[in-house]
């Protein structure tokens, strides 16, 4: 079986949704800015110990010591695999 998506569409889909816009406004995770940082709620540990980094697009939690791009995210707040994941960034995308 073949590759589903090429490693461009999977970098475009990591890097064109910015990862506090999805958090927010997508996946609607509890969020705040605290302390000047924008914080979310870990869909691994509940914790709100996290903050992105708009450089990389990644999200963290300083707790759990976890890293989340943007289909991470998704997988892990809906639950759903790979492909699931990424059908729905790209539909943000359109």
């Not at 999977?10 to 816009?21: A, F, K, M």
């Not at 903050?51 to 707790?63: D, H, I």
Request: proline share 4%; aromatic share 12%; hydrophobic share 35%.
């Amino acid at each position: 079986m073949g590759k589903c998506f090429s490693s461009h569409e999977l970098y475009r889909l990591r890097n064109s949704i910015p990862i506090d816009v999805l958090i927010e406004k997508e996946l609607a995770i509890p969020s705040k800015i605290s302390e000047g940082f924008f914080r979310f709620l870990c869909p691994l540990c509940n914790e709100f110990q996290t903050a992105v980094n708009p450089k990389t697009n990644l999200g963290r939690c300083f707790r759990c010591e976890k890293n989340f791009n943007t289909i991470d995210m998704v997988m892990t707040w809906h639950k759903t695999g790979f492909i699931d994941s990424v059908k729905y960034l790209q539909t943000i995308l359109k």
